[in-house]
């Protein structure tokens, strides 16, 4: 069956096809017959792409996909990878190679964790829950959002490592704070702040949609004031309505300072893409720093993360861990991160997409996958080790 390369979008009364982050998918695994659709195992991040697309309604697709105005910064996050060439090493023994690393102190069997997304119930009923038994199974940390489907305290009954709780700071301070005695109850091991979004930006798939969570779907760690939803809204984004009203944009860095006041857990700034931005993150005592643009999703235009990686790393100066996230579909993509500095990376769409195409099973094959590319790219540059991935690896465009 030849693939669809997008559902479309209706614009102007006419069907346009939007390729999403770039990508383009390659030729599918033929259908089986009677076994209900594709049943070749993907072998590759756009395949489970593919297969996702097929399984999810189309607003959750949208939803999923999308990034913010012209998609620039989604694109770019891809577009960076691609223009890095490796330097590869050759004659060295890369017999036994290993990717278990720490992460914070914490014990993982890949250098690639999980990012924090709202709303895993689109793609699977179990929501958080059954993406977290994946996490586990791939011997990895996952982040679990703050605007997740099922309550912290279920997520973290289902996993078997280490997890992180993502934070966004309400105006009502009490809520953040809840959250935060909850997470650090529940066994959750760092927070991480996510800086970036004093305002939702605007998404306009989501807007075209008036995309919003069904009466199924809750954010479901709330209770009391903060448990209005983001319900669907006919012209506009609920999300976007629904941050307005409740996330604090008046927010600075007392913020971290105030966070640091009421937890002793580590501290994880997300969202930081500046040298300026990291150098103020560790002198207000944040451990860990994800370079991040929230995967094309805030302001759009903004420096493709791999571009940003250095110039952090260098501000960083080795005093706190520093992650990326934002466009790791390969191996390879993995490879260039760490060789900039990364001490690991984080993995968003395509977790999603396992979690559509295959439940946990699908979750632990995504990360599996790229795993696996991760481990066989570090052989073929001559890198046995994540220790071996220096800058002397990559070459920088321009
Ligand atoms: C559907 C979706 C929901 C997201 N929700 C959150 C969130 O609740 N909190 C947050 O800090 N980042 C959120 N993000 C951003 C991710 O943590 C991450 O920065 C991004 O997805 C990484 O890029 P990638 O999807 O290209 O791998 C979300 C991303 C997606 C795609």
Redesign the pocket.
Known sequence: MALKPSRGTLLWGRRVHVWA?GVQWPQMPAHQPGNGGLTVEPINIAEYEAMAYEKLPHDAWE???GGSDDELT?RA?RDAFARIRLRPRVLVDVSHISLETTVLGAHVRTPLLV?????HGFAHVECECETVRGVGAAGTLM?V???ANRPLEEVAADASGPLWF?L?VYRDRNVSEQLVRRAEAAGYRAL?L?VD?PRLSRREREIRMGFGLPPHLHTANFEGAAREQPGQTPGASGLAVYATALLDSSLTWEALDWLRSVTSLPIVV??VVTAEDAALAVEHGAQGI?V??????QLDGTVATIEALPEVVAAANGRVEVYL?????RGTDALKALALGARAV?????V?WGLAANGQQGVTRVLELLGAELELAMALAGAPSLAALTPALVRLPG
């Open positions: 982050g939803y999923y996909i989604l996050n990012a924090p997304m709202a709303y982040t959002s703050t605007m993502q966004y991480v996510t979004t997300k969202g994800i991040s643009n929230h995967g094309g999703r996230d934002g466009g790791i579909r984080l993995v968003g769409r395509p999603l």
